[in-house]
């Protein structure tokens, strides 16, 4: 967290398939704004006839004029968890809590501005599918790669 007084907030949206952070932004406030350009980068990526399942929290964003205009627009169906419900989060709690370990966690942060922290937390949201490695069950047994090296051995990507 960097400490020249301001917070730094990250909206996320991953894909379930395999944790992919498919969309992001990164920005000093939590409005409309940032959740609408994370879900905007996501849309980029979706393939001619894809029309997914949004997922959510029943934040206000996602209620927002703005959002459900996006989701209508690339054909999301909207959904959000019940009040309480918080295991319906469960992929982007874990997502979260990859984060805080593999990169807030253990660092000393003393002197960063809140531009600087944002410049390092988004190259590391772009190398999370394509350095880090992940372990995934295949044909019985576990099988460690990156995201974005399986989806090609699986025929998902290019």
């Not at 932004?25 to 006839?49: F, H, I, Q, W």
């Not at 909207?78 to 419900?85: E, V």
Request: contains cysteine; charged residues 25%; glycine residues 12%.
């Amino acid at each position: 967290m960097p400490d020249d007084g301001r917070k730094v907030y990250l909206s996320p949206v991953v894909d379930l398939f395999d944790g992919k952070p498919v969309g992001w932004a990164v920005g000093t406030s939590p409005d409309a704004r940032l959740t609408e350009s994370s879900l905007e980068m996501a849309c980029a990526t979706l393939g001619e006839g894809e029309a997914p399942v949004a997922h959510t929290d029943r934040g206000c964003h996602y209620r927002w004029p703005g959002w459900k205009a996006i989701c209508g627009r690339h054909g999301l169906a909207r959904s959000m968890s019940r009040k309480g419900t918080s295991p319906d989060n469960a992929a982007c709690e874990g997502f979260f809590g990859n984060l805080k370990n593999e990169f807030f966690h253990g660092r000393d942060w003393s002197g960063w501005t809140a531009e600087a922290f944002m410049e390092l937390l988004d190259g590391w949201m772009a190398a999370y599918s394509t350095v880090r490695l992940k372990a995934f069950r295949e044909g019985g047994r576990t099988v460690y790669d990156t995201i974005d090296n399986r989806r090609r051995r699986l025929g998902l990507a290019a």
